[in-house]
């Protein structure tokens, strides 16, 4: 059982800035594509980033030049860096891993950011 922990979240001013950290319990190797997601209130889940095996990285056009993915292959850790906040920013931010071979897709338990003055 793939395990994933977000940590990071908070409550930030506009145009402050945040680093989610996903942990996972196995190797990040193990999974071809980790992303990040959020869901605000009354909103579906969204795509914010992602970033591949290969180190391909892809973002939601709302957070692109914003936000940025990226990893520590040795801590098995995935982090999103929020920078330039914005109100519309708020959600609860959720790790995800996706195993193709395995047809697998992990969540960890989900970290709040809120973006308020």
């Known amino acids: 059982q793939v395990q994933l922990v977000e940590s990071g979240g908070g409550l930030v001013q506009p145009g402050g800035s945040l680093r989610l950290s996903c942990a996972a319990s196995?190797?990040?190797?193990?999974?071809?594509?980790m992303a990040w997601y959020r869901q605000a209130p009354g909103k579906q889940r969204e795509l914010v980033a992602s970033?591949?095996?290969?180190?391909?990285?892809n973002y939601a056009s709302s957070v692109k030049d914003r936000f940025t993915i990226s990893r520590d292959n040795a801590e098995n850790t995935v982090y999103l860096q929020l920078n330039g906040l914005k109100p519309e920013d708020t959600a609860v931010y959720y790790c995800?891993?996706?195993?193709?071979?395995?047809?697998?897709?992990?969540w960890g338990q989900g970290t709040q950011v809120t973006v308020s003055s």
């Open positions: 970033i591949a095996r290969s180190g391909l990285t």
């Open positions: 995800n891993a996706q195993n193709f071979q395995l047809r697998a897709s992990s």
């Open positions: 196995v190797s990040i190797f193990s999974f071809n594509i």
